[in-house]
């Protein structure tokens, strides 16, 4: 069984950057698609960003389009989530998982069956 662990999470100041990184074991990302969302206290989870394993195709929420980049490393078996220009509101638990979703439900996080513990990212204003 795939198991996913996502670090880089921790506390910055507003503008500053951060980079997540999510791993996995027990099997590779190949032929799967890495999601990461987010989850806010009292609010419901949140699609922030996604990256086909094949092909390397990418999709990303309009709020953090153009501040977050997703990548891979193949080397690594490995996922990043670059941050930068960070606000308050991007404060929140930051997950990590995998799937086979179809391009058009990248968002849903449904579509994912495996799902990293998380990692808090607190943006101080």
């Known amino acids: 069984q795939v198991q996913l662990v996502e670090s880089g999470g921790g506390l910055v100041q507003a503008g500053g950057s951060l980079r997540l990184s999510c791993a996995a074991s027990?099997?590779?990302?190949?032929?799967?698609?890495v999601g990461w969302f987010r989850q806010a206290p009292g609010k419901e989870r949140e699609f922030v960003a996604a990256i086909r394993w094949s092909g390397g195709n990418t999709r990303y929420a309009d709020s953090v389009k153009g501040r977050i980049t997703i990548s891979k490393d193949n080397a690594k078996n490995a996922v990043t989530l670059r941050m930068d220009s960070l606000e308050p509101e991007d404060t929140a638990v930051y997950y990590c998982?995998?799937?086979?979703?179809?391009?058009?439900?990248?968002?849903?996080?449904?579509?994912?069956?495996?799902w990293g513990q998380g990692t808090q990212v607190t943006v101080s204003s």
């Open positions: 998982a995998t799937g086979r979703p179809i391009v058009s439900a990248f968002s849903d996080p449904q579509m994912y069956y495996y």
């Open positions: 027990g099997g590779t990302f190949s032929g799967y698609t």
